[in-house]
């Protein structure tokens, strides 16, 4: 169970909902290549820590999430460009935090679905259950549905928010809607080391 | 046989514009792709069949679906039925492979 008041959740929840976001700091990747190199770091960190072939696993799916970001948010940021790319070690616990301040998944995913998408979580179902890409004439769409996949059958869970909806997955989907709204994505996986 | 060494392009594959980039960078030395039904054949030398493409993922750390999507799935599309992979032990290359597999956008990898 990952603590919503830990300091790096609250941190990253600050970051990616306040109106005058940090532009530096050791978490914030402006660019794709500062967020690759760090999260190269991170996995890296993993190995040393003798979790063996899982740290691929996790570099795969923060590559993806993080990723996402980047690809669906370029030239579309609502003001700040890039990520937000945390971990700490907390209980047996290792987590990963990864937030924007972009469009937001509804956003995104009303670009390439006919009719209006009724709210922020049928969007995000469509997100991580159907193919379906936000980037119109693309024919992609697959990296949220490869990350729930893999956090499913590796013991990894996640916490997936944005706008108001809420996805969490572990062994089991839950969906849910929260008032404490954050107009881009946060991402925190987490994972026993 | 065409043998395409993964690595070359990284160890870390997994980003949708690096797999891109590396399909434009390999681009010019691809087989000619075989003509379409509806396109005169142009006639290979010596009437040879079209050459096979071979991924050899050796010394790979880590492959995405977003990389494996632009790279991987764009050459089954460009080369139907003549892309093989190999050396797939890496548990990304796997999961990322099988993954696209059961989505139908790898095809039987």
Known sequence: VIDPDSPLLVDAFAWATTEQPPSYGEQYCESRDVFNARLERLRLQHRSRGIGERADLINAVLAEVGGNSFDHNLGQWRDLPGVYLGDAVADGLEIAVIADRGQGVRATIQRAVPGTLENDLSALQLAFLRRITGRVGERRGNGLKFVREVVRSTGMSLYFQSGSAVYQTSAEDAWSETNRLLPGCLAVLSFPI | ?109
């Open chain 2, 1 to 109: 046989m065409m043998t395409i060494q993964m690595r070359k392009f990284g160890t870390i594959l997994n980003s949708r514009p690096a797999g891109r980039e590396a399909l434009l960078a390999i681009m010019p030395t691809l087989p000619i792709p075989a003509p379409r039904a509806d396109q005169p054949a142009l006639g290979l030398p010596g009437g040879a069949a079209p050459e096979d493409i071979e991924l050899d993922f050796e010394g790979v750390e880590v492959l995405t679906p977003s990389f494996a999507e632009e790279f991987v799935v764009s050459l089954r599309e460009r080369y139907p039925g003549r892309v093989r992979v190999r050396n797939t032990h890496n548990v990304t290359v796997k999961t990322t492979l099988e993954f696209l597999a059961q989505l139908g956008s790898g095809q039987n990898f």
